[in-house]
């Protein structure tokens, strides 16, 4: 299955971006959905033969969390192109998802079939696919509030955009938790403790920590969307971090929890 994945990728991309620029073309953007939505299913069959082919679930390596990623991407982004209408913001969801298929078309993995003992937990599966899709969410908020940033500083308006990347965060903030919840279950089982200060759950801490601090500025300090627009790009930045920074670290090679390559 890993053979067909360059051709997968090739006509995601193509249609992604075909799809990217029908939604700047009045009058074609409802063909633009379609061909976006022809993309995301393209992926989604791809993960699903890739998962029944190794016959354990494609969440091991950073390149398979990529993947999902990648699948995830263009859904959120047009669900918010369907609630708020913004053409940017799927364009900018459908530029995530080609650029993260495109760094696995980069970096191919050999993907093995082996799944170590601890990797074999009932709680392993929801814990990555949850925590990916909160990714692909506080990604999508991040976005929006670069588009804040780009607002104010160099086309010198007023940020009106927090709004979206409020909702985002939200529901974004929620998956996050629950992700963070199911690693404490896994981690009991695997190892006998749901936590024990491993650099890689630190920085997920961390990273709950900044978005929970994002909610509460946002609460408190309603008026200094500047000040959010900067704290939602850095808070992104921890979840980098946290994602795949921290296997490039010292620290990370201490880590039971970082990603294979």
């Known amino acids: 299955m890993w053979d067909q994945f360059i051709y997968i990728s090739i006509i995601c991309v193509l249609l992604w971006t075909l799809s990217s620029g029908l939604y700047l073309t009045k009058g074609y953007k409802k063909y633009a959905s379609s061909i ?6 393209g992926m989604a069959y791809f993960i699903i033969s890739l998962w029944m082919e190794l016959d354990r679930p494609p969440l091991r390596t950073l390149g398979e969390t990529r993947l999902w990623y990648s699948l995830f991407m263009p859904i959120i982004g047009l669900i918010a192109y369907y609630r708020w209408r913004y053409a940017w913001i799927i364009i900018y969801s459908l530029i995530m998802g080609i650029v993260f298929l495109m760094i696995n078309v980069m970096h191919p993995e050999n993907y093995q079939k ?4 601890a990797l074999q937990s009932p709680w392993f599966v929801p814990h990555v696919i949850v925590y990916i899709f909160s990714y692909a969410l506080l990604g999508g908020s991040a976005l929006i509030g670069l588009k804040g940033i780009f607002q104010k500083y160099v086309q010198h308006k007023e940020i009106n ?3 979206m990347a409020d909702n985002y965060v939200y529901i974004g903030f929620g998956f996050l938790s629950l992700g963070l919840i199911f690693g404490g279950l896994w981690a ?3 190892w006998g403790h749901y936590w024990t200060w491993d650099p890689k759950e630190t ?3 961390i990273t709950w920590l900044a978005y929970l601090g994002y909610i509460h500025i946002r609460h408190y300090l309603p008026k200094q969307k500047t000040f959010h627009t900067l704290v939602l790009s850095g808070s992104f930045i921890l979840l980098l971090i946290c994602w795949f920074g921290l296997n490039y670290m010292s620290s990370g090679l201490n880590s039971v929890h970082t990603y294979s390559n």
Do not use: F
């Open 203 to 205: 920085w997920a801490l």
């Open 36 to 41: 976006t939505i022809i993309g995301v299913l």
């Open 188 to 190: 009991k089982e695997a």
């Open 114 to 117: 082996a799944l170590m003992p």
């Open 161 to 163: 955009v927090l709004y």
